[in-house]
């Protein structure tokens, strides 16, 4: 079975701050991804980042940066130069087999 | 290319009434999904089909609901008869990833309310 934690329900960053969101899993698979996902309130679902289990190497999409810690399953994800269009809810994803099993999500919001 | 498009965007009916959600996926995708957000459960889903066949339907909550995928390029979550606990956002996502390893695609979600 696979599970999602997100510990923080709401955060707030002041605009050109960084924030780091975390998140933990747990999964008896042995090949997985991880992912995070940004929501916004037009509520389409977008892609932030992807993490692939078996490398090493922490992703990396622009501003948007990961902290994968795999011995202690987990998978926070920093946001750099915090701006206005970044509140939005942000969810983790776990991976495998199918299954892409989602945490609950913290809500971002970042102050002018 | 077109993303994953879901019709109705928004559905009002009243408890007892048949309701049917649409999906078509991204041309190509040979896995789709079902889930449904609402605030006290956040994402669940509810089913999965690989390559039109349904994987796993763990998540569908009750006989109530019921999906079918009768080709690559159409998906339906029916729920009959429906009660207002099923209120939430339903969206469907497509991937062309094997097990699990590729982006998932989402559509913009169909507003269900229940009254």
């Known amino acids: 079975a696979q599970t999602v934690t997100q510990s923080q329900p709401e955060m707030s960053v002041q605009e050109a701050e960084t924030v780091t969101l975390s998140c933990t899993y747990d999964?008896?698979?042995?090949?997985?991804?991880l992912f995070w996902y940004k929501q916004p309130p037009s509520r389409q679902m977008i892609l932030v980042i992807r993490?692939?289990?078996?490398?090493?190497q922490n992703a990396t999409e622009n501003r948007f940066s990961v902290n994968f810690q795999k011995a202690a399953k987990s998978f926070s994800l920093k946001i750099s130069d915090s701006q206005l269009g970044d509140t939005a809810m942000y969810f983790c994803?776990?991976?495998?087999?199918?299954?892409?099993?989602f945490g609950t999500g913290t809500r971002l919001k970042v102050l002018a | 290319d077109a993303g994953v498009i879901q019709s109705p965007r928004h559905e009002v009916t009243e408890m007892g009434q048949e309701v049917t959600l649409r999906c078509k996926p991204i041309?190509?995708?040979?896995?789709l999904f079902w889930y449904r957000q609402t605030m006290m459960r956040g994402l669940e889903l509810l089913i999965y089909?690989?390559?039109?066949?349904?994987?796993?339907d763990s998540g569908m909550p009750e006989d109530r609901f019921s999906a079918k995928m009768p080709n690559a390029s159409f998906s339906t979550l029916k729920i009959q008869p429906s009660e207002p606990r099923d209120s939430a956002v339903y969206f469907c996502a497509s991937s062309s990833g094997s097990g699990g390893t590729g982006e998932l695609f989402f559509g913009e979600g169909s507003r269900l309310t229940v009254l």
């Open positions: 089909f690989n390559n039109n066949v349904p994987i796993d």
């Open positions: 999964t008896s698979e042995n090949n997985y991804y």
């Open positions: 994803a776990v991976s495998g087999t199918y299954k892409y099993i």
């Open positions: 041309s190509g995708h040979n896995s």
């Open positions: 993490q692939e289990a078996y490398k090493q």
